[in-house]
């Protein structure tokens, strides 16, 4: 009989493959916000995600302005639209951005925006949110300890991977979760090589800027 660990990995593992398992899919945002701006044309590699957010909103009549309402309803910093319509929120862009003349296909929803490529986003971003500081994590405060129970989705969304799982530490999770862009962190079940690494609660650090 497979250990219990392992098989609490098989369970993460399908509901990871479910893709929208993990988060909490909140609506567009539909009060009036300052425009999004446009950042470029990123490539999204196939061994990571670019952008962590894959909405479920319909790739068939896909707009900008969609994408970037979903990706401000959703609290993120990030709105990329790829293949003529599939729709990422993101806090960091975790690929190498390309010429413009990489971005070539046309959104479904509107044939005179442009939406990405094949395995190619188109970013825009939100000017409200503040430049991220990455050389320090001491702008992080503890916030609590959070039970991580939730039937619609888990407390915090996306876990990153840390090479060394050896060296874990909240310093560890923090600088992180700092180079993300992600403005919370977490640390949850100590034995995290079992788990495939999850940063999640209980316990809870946000930083303040
Ligand atoms: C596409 O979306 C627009 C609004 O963005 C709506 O007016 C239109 O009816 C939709 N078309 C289809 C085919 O769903
Ligand atoms: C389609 O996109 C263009 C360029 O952003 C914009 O000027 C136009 O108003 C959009 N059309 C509709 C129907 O939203
Ligand atoms: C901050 O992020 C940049 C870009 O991702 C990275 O090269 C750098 O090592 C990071 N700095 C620290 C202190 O982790
Ligand atoms: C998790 O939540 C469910 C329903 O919200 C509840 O029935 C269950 O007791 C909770 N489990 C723990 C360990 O708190």
Known sequence: MAPLWAKAAIVAAALLQL????????????????????????????SQPALDYRSSLP???????????ECKGNGYRY??????GECFCGDSVNGPQLPESSCTYPCSGNTSETC???DILSVWQDPTF???????????????????????????????DIAD????????????????????????????SMHNLHLLPPLFWTYSN
């Open 165 to 192: 799982t050896a060296s874990m530490s909240t310093e560890t999770c923090l600088q992180t979760c700092k180079d993300g862009g992600y403005p919370f962190a977490g640390t949850e079940f100590a034995r995290k």
């Open 59 to 69: 790739s068939n009549n896909m707009t900008v302005e969609l994408c970037v309402a």
């Open 130 to 160: 503040e430049p991220v500081d990455n050389s320090t994590i001491s702008d992080y405060v503890a916030v609590g300890c959070y039970t991580d129970n939730s039937t619609v989705g888990r407390t915090l969304s996306f876990q990153v």
């Open 116 to 118: 990405g490529g094949f």
């Open 19 to 46: 893709g929208l398992a993990w988060n909490i899919d909140l609506p567009p945002c539909t009060a009036p916000f300052q425009p999004f701006v446009y950042s470029g044309c990123f490539q999204d590699p196939t």
């Open 79 to 84: 709105a990329g639209l790829e293949y003529y």
